[in-house]
């Protein structure tokens, strides 16, 4: 599809172990962002890439939370040591530039058990 | 993480009716966006505001970026029903320096056919 794409749609995993969640962001988008969004809340911005340069990581809230991207393109985000405080609904979304309108994927939502 | 304050918190109203939403913010930013999240999917951009005092319209939709740069509303008018949805505001600090995202904490806006 034409969109930012994200995978997997759910996961759900157990305290402890290591998850990672993929994003294909939009073909020819240079900039690519992470969010999470806790139950009814609004979305919290997590890390940013903007083409070779160095991301902006001041989002992550810990060092649990790490992210890349290969390529300038596909970007995976890695939680390690899940606890419970991080269920969430982990959101991708890019733009064509970093000024641009940022569009969202579906997002992946994480359950840990 | 910084939110926007966004209210009102929720809204149930009558098909037809026109509704309104705002974001106050104690920090000036340089861009004001709207958007609209259905349940299970990524927030969708409606509206995107660059200049202060700028008003814009999308539709049946038009928001306004406030003089002071610390406030955006949306009116949404002749609602329907598939206006039901959870509606964000958000705001880039930076500008043209890079496009981290603030949001706001949601309006939930049912629609009574």
């Known amino acids: 599809g034409a969109g930012v794409s994200q995978s997997p749609s759910n996961k759900v995993t157990e305290k402890g172990k290591d998850v990672e969640l993929r994003c294909d962001p939009i073909s020819g988008h240079t900039a690519l962002y992470w969010y999470r969004q806790s139950l009814g809340q609004g979305l919290e911005f997590l890390i940013y890439f903007q083409g070779n340069s160095a991301p902006d990581k001041s989002g992550l809230p810990s060092d649990r939370f790490s992210a890349e991207r290969t390529g300038g393109s596909v970007s995976t985000l890695t939680i390690q040591r899940t606890q419970q405080e991080d269920s969430a609904v982990y959101l991708c979304?890019?733009?064509?530039?970093?000024?641009?309108?940022?569009?969202f994927g579906d997002g992946t939502r994480l359950s840990i058990l | 993480g910084q939110q926007l304050n966004q209210s009102p918190q929720s809204m149930f109203i009558q098909e037809g009716e026109d509704v309104s939403m705002n974001c106050t913010s104690s920090s000036i930013f340089n861009t004001w966006l709207w958007y609209k999240q259905d349940p299970g999917e990524g927030p969708v951009l409606l509206i995107a505001l660059y200049k202060a005092g700028e008003l814009t319209s999308n539709g049946r939709l038009t928001a306004q970026f406030g003089i002071t740069r610390k406030d955006s509303f949306l009116n949404i008018s002749a609602s329907i029903p598939s206006d039901v949805g959870i509606y964000f505001c958000?705001?880039?600090?930076?500008?043209?320096?890079?496009?981290?995202?603030?949001f706001g904490t949601g309006t939930l806006l049912a629609v009574q056919p």
């Open positions: 979304a890019s733009s064509l530039t970093f000024v641009g309108p940022q569009h």
């Open positions: 958000a705001g880039d600090l930076n500008g043209g320096a890079t496009n981290k995202l603030i």
